[in-house]
């Protein structure tokens, strides 16, 4: 058995400042998280983790957040878990494709660490 399997919430980003300050937010108030930072290797980790959460930067090299979260939400073993999209740009247009894809939030870049 893997040491990943009580992972709670997987974060793709490839900007490793942000991923790794998401990932310390989250693991602050106590989940187990993973921090993946190459979205070629994302779905694959997404489907053998199944993960409560991803939360997936928009702009990275190789597959991009929308194309994961399509993927994630449109396989039905994968498709109940929660993603969260987080963006630079907070186009409205952005925001509605995202949601559009599946996703369950929208989240802006830089964003508040509160929330």
Not at 43 to 60: A, G, N, T, Y
Not at 88 to 107: H, P
Request: proline share 4%; net charge negative; hydrophobic share 40%.
């Amino acid at each position: 058995m893997s040491e990943n399997t009580n992972i709670d919430i997987i974060v793709i980003d490839d900007d490793p400042m942000a991923g790794e300050l998401t990932k310390e937010i989250l693991t602050d108030e106590g989940w187990n998280v993973l921090l993946i930072d190459d979205s070629n290797k994302a779905v694959e980790e997404i489907k053998r983790i199944k993960p409560k959460l991803v939360i997936c930067d928009i702009m990275m090299p190789g597959i991009n957040g929308m194309e994961i979260c399509k993927i994630i939400k449109s396989n039905p073993e994968t498709k109940k878990i929660k993603f969260v999209i987080l963006s630079g740009k907070s186009y409205e247009q952005e925001k509605q494709r995202a949601m559009m894809l599946g996703a369950d939030l929208f989240i802006k870049k830089p964003y508040n660490s509160d929330e």
